[in-house]
């Protein structure tokens, strides 16, 4: 079954956009990419966006890099909304309930991974029980606002193991 990841770029000081959703910043904040970053694309059978996510700030809008992984990732995804739009888009199904919106993305991704994209549907995998893993790459840039890439919550305390061999902040949910 295919493992749900949270990834996400993220300023020093815990934003993954800044104010008003901006993400233009990561264009001008990116460093190289690592070969675990690299071969994440590859790696992903369907994206779980959120709706806010699918609707938002693309920083390689009418480029070529327009779209997830900057432009490198062509496959399936699933939105959860509670606002599905009226008309269908190609390659992507639109979901409102959590739960369902995970087994469809499973579905679809076979034996790869789930990449949850926006910071509220992983929180809200979070607190269902319904994460693998979480992966951050953090800029050398303090956007001091925007959206976190986790909020306070009443979570408590969540046990995270390192992923040996990744050279990233890559963990594991402990179980």
């Known amino acids: 079954m295919a493992a749900l990841l949270y990834s996400a770029t993220m300023s020093l000081d815990g934003f993954i956009a800044g104010p008003g959703g ?5 264009n001008r904040h990116l460093g190289p990419p690592s070969p675990a970053l690299e071969a994440l694309p590859s790696q992903t059978g369907c994206l779980l966006i959120g709706g806010r996510t699918f609707r938002g700030d693309d ?5 070529d890099s327009e779209g997830a992984f900057e ?10 909304t509670r606002t599905p739009p009226a008309e269908s888009v190609p390659g ?3 979901e409102t309930d959590l ?4 087994e469809r993305s499973r579905e679809l991704a076979g034996e790869r991974y ?3 994209l926006g910071a509220a549907t992983a929180q809200a995998c979070l607190r269902a029980g319904l994460l693998d893993e979480i992966l951050l790459c ?3 840039v303090l956007l001091g606002g925007g959206t976190r890439a986790f909020e306070p919550n009443d979570l408590g305390e969540v046990g995270l193991e390192p992923l040996p061999d990744t050279g ?3 963990f594991r949910m402990r179980r």
Request: hydrophobic content about 50%.
């Open 22 to 26: 901006d993400m233009g910043w990561l």
């Open 59 to 63: 920083p390689n809008a009418g480029t």
């Open 71 to 80: 432009g490198e990732y062509a496959g399936p995804s699933v939105v959860l």
């Open 92 to 94: 992507v199904e639109f």
């Open 99 to 102: 739960v369902r919106a995970v």
């Open 114 to 116: 789930v990449n949850v």
């Open 138 to 140: 953090v800029t050398p």
């Open 168 to 170: 990233e902040l890559w």
